[in-house]
T-cell receptor, first 114, second 114 residues
């Protein structure tokens, strides 16, 4: 089975801090994704990556950046955390043609910014 | 623009009864449709997908979905609900306008009562 591991299940940070969320997948998938999940809004794509060192903005990239130095690892960075970034963050991966192959998700990181 | 709608925030069903979770979509070409489930404090799990072929798609945990092109719907169904089916269900459609990423519905909370 595909395993997508997010480094933290719960995280509490302060406004203005730089926050790193880490995600690792073990199935050699080309594509990796970062979403945030808020009640009533479903999943919103922040960034995705289709190859090492490649990234593309999703629907809500403002205030975030990403890094993919190795194929298995995709990091989400909150440059200067703000309270409106309190949310559940989900990482996912999929094989190359993600339009037909399902995405595999980690268990999420619930991030609180105080 | 492509879109997907889940018209019900919550669906309540008695254990043993059939269940339906509704999804409608709008795409400019042929749709690729997906259902995912999210159990409490977990990431999303893939249930089933429609790409082409038979309009009735069978998936995990006894779920199935019916693709209806004329009604642009892809409703999730199960003949006999279990309490353990209680979860959050998401419908998604491929976004052909945006690098073929997925567009997600807002989610439907399914509650199965004993």
């Amino acid at each position: 089975d595909v395993k997508v591991t997010q480094s933290s299940r719960y995280l509490v940070k302060r406004t203005g801090e730089k926050v790193f969320l880490e995600c690792v997948q073990d199935m050699d998938h080309e594509n990796m994704f970062w979403y945030r999940q808020d009640p009533g809004l479903g999943l919103r794509l922040i960034y995705f990556s289709y190859d090492v060192k490649m990234k593309e903005k999703g629907d809500i990239p403002e205030g975030y950046s990403v890094s993919r130095e190795k194929k298995e690892r995709f990091s989400l960075i909150l440059e200067s955390a703000s309270t409106n970034q309190t949310s559940m963050y989900l990482c996912a991966s999929s094989p190359q043609d993600s339009s037909v192959q399902p995405q595999h998700f980690g268990d999420g990181t619930r991030l609180s910014i105080l | 623009a492509q879109s997907v709608a889940q018209p019900e925030d919550q669906v309540n069903v008695a254990e043993g009864n059939p269940l339906t979770v509704k999804c409608t979509y709008s795409v400019s070409g042929n749709p690729y449709l997906f259902w995912y489930v999210q159990y409490p404090n977990r990431g999303l799990q893939f249930l089933l997908k429609y790409i082409t072929g038979d309009n009735l798609v069978k998936g995990s945990y006894g779920f199935e979905a019916e693709f209806n092109k004329s009604q642009t719907s892809f409703h999730l169904k199960k003949p006999s609900a279990l309490v353990s089916d209680s979860a959050l269900y998401f419908c998604a459609v491929r976004d052909m306008d945006s690098n073929y990423q997925l567009i997600w519905g807002a989610g439907t909370k399914l509650i199965i009562k004993p």
